[in-house]
């Protein structure tokens, strides 16, 4: 019967925001885990201290997901410390807003390549040990920006999103037949770096009228979403797969509702 103690997590872009969180919150329920990060050693490695230092077991490794040698050469190096990645949280993301009017090629590929392709090379990168230990947890923090939300500017992020979507439950398919589960998180607007920007009246504008948005009458904590992930990371979740959860406060805004 597998544990959390046995569990060895990959949590890409773990370094801040919700990644920070989901890689804090694995590490207490017992798991072992690797920070990845693309270029903030510090962020990473801070939270690696904190993490060892309060009885867990954490690295940091650097690779950017977009590149799959780099991306195996980190789950290399993970098997080499703690052994075969068991849970893969596929967090590391970015968001170019744009309309048809500024669409920019080489900024939305970049995008492309991160949120979707990222998403390939580390499930790719797994799941040989993954098969091999007939078992295994993949979650893929998506967007509720692929079910459609109305935010503006949204549209080409949503689209990687909604790619990152698909492939959580095409690779549901393939790979349930090894016991591996594989599930998508869809955040809501959470308080993060990524939210943030630099202009602090219009985050507080924009945050307010969000909030309005959701049921609940609130933005989201990256806590709401590690929470989620946490759920089906756990090794009790073994027979729920394909699934898409929408963590977003009860968010009203979907465009055709
Ligand atoms: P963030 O910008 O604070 O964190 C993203 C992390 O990913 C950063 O640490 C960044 O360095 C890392 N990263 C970016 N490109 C990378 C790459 N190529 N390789 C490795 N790491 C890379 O953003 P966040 O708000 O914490 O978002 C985390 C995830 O949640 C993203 O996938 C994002 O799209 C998704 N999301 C966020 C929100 C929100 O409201 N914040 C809503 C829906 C979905």
Same mark, same amino acid.
Request: aromatic letters at 6%; one cysteine or more; hydrophobic letters at 45%.
């Given at each position: 019967m597998a544990t959390w103690r046995d569990q060895v997590a990959l949590v890409t872009g773990g370094g801040r925001g919700i990644g920070r969180a989901i890689a804090r919150r694995l590490a207490r329920e017992g798991a072992s885990v690797c920070v990845n990060y693309l270029a903030r050693a510090d962020a990473a490695e801070s939270l690696v201290a904190d993490i060892n230092a309060n009885g867990g077991r954490a690295i940091a490794v650097a690779a950017d997901v977009a590149d799959d040698a780099a991306v195996e050469g980190m789950v290399d190096r993970v098997a080499a410390t703690f052994g075969g990645v068991t849970i893969l949280v596929n967090n590391a993301g970015v968001s170019h807003q744009a309309t048809l009017e500024s669409y920019d090629?080489? @900024? $939305? %590929? +970049?995008? +492309?390549?991160?949120?979707? #392709?990222?998403?390939?090379? =580390?499930?790719? /990168?797994?799941?040989? #040990?993954?098969?091999? %230990? @007939?078992?295994? +947890?993949?979650?893929?923090?998506?967007?509720?920006?692929?079910l459609g939300t109305a935010l503006p500017g949204n549209a080409f992020y949503a689209a990687t999103k909604?790619? /990152? %979507?698909? !492939? =959580? !439950?095409? &690779?549901?398919?393939? $790979?349930?037949? &090894?016991?591996? =589960?594989?599930?998508?998180? /869809?955040?809501?607007?959470? %308080?993060? #770096?990524?939210?943030?920007? =630099? #202009?602090?009246? /219009?985050? @507080?504008?924009?945050?307010?009228? $969000?909030?309005?948005?959701?049921? !609940?009458? +609130?933005?989201?904590?990256?806590d709401d979403i590690a929470n989620a992930v946490a759920f089906f990371a756990s090794p009790d979740s073994g027979w729920i797969t394909a699934q898409v959860l929408a963590v977003d406060g009860g968010r009203m805004d979907y465009l055709g509702r």
């Amino acid at each position: 019967m597998a544990t959390w103690r046995d569990q060895v997590a990959l949590v890409t872009g773990g370094g801040r925001g919700i990644g920070r969180a989901i890689a804090r919150r694995l590490a207490r329920e017992g798991a072992s885990v690797c920070v990845n990060y693309l270029a903030r050693a510090d962020a990473a490695e801070s939270l690696v201290a904190d993490i060892n230092a309060n009885g867990g077991r954490a690295i940091a490794v650097a690779a950017d997901v977009a590149d799959d040698a780099a991306v195996e050469g980190m789950v290399d190096r993970v098997a080499a410390t703690f052994g075969g990645v068991t849970i893969l949280v596929n967090n590391a993301g970015v968001s170019h807003q744009a309309t048809l009017e500024s669409y920019d090629q080489e @900024k $939305l %590929q +970049r995008m +492309r390549q991160v949120n979707a #392709d990222g998403v390939i090379h =580390t499930t790719r /990168a797994v799941m040989t #040990d993954m098969r091999r %230990q @007939k078992y295994g +947890r993949i979650v893929n923090i998506t967007s509720i920006a692929a079910l459609g939300t109305a935010l503006p500017g949204n549209a080409f992020y949503a689209a990687t999103k909604a790619e /990152a %979507q698909i !492939l =959580t !439950l095409r &690779f549901a398919m393939e $790979l349930g037949p &090894f016991g591996i =589960t594989v599930n998508a998180v /869809a955040p809501g607007f959470i %308080q993060t #770096d990524m939210t943030h920007g =630099t #202009d602090e009246n /219009a985050w @507080k504008e924009r945050a307010q009228k $969000l909030a309005s948005a959701a049921m !609940l009458g +609130r933005v989201g904590e990256p806590d709401d979403i590690a929470n989620a992930v946490a759920f089906f990371a756990s090794p009790d979740s073994g027979w729920i797969t394909a699934q898409v959860l929408a963590v977003d406060g009860g968010r009203m805004d979907y465009l055709g509702r």
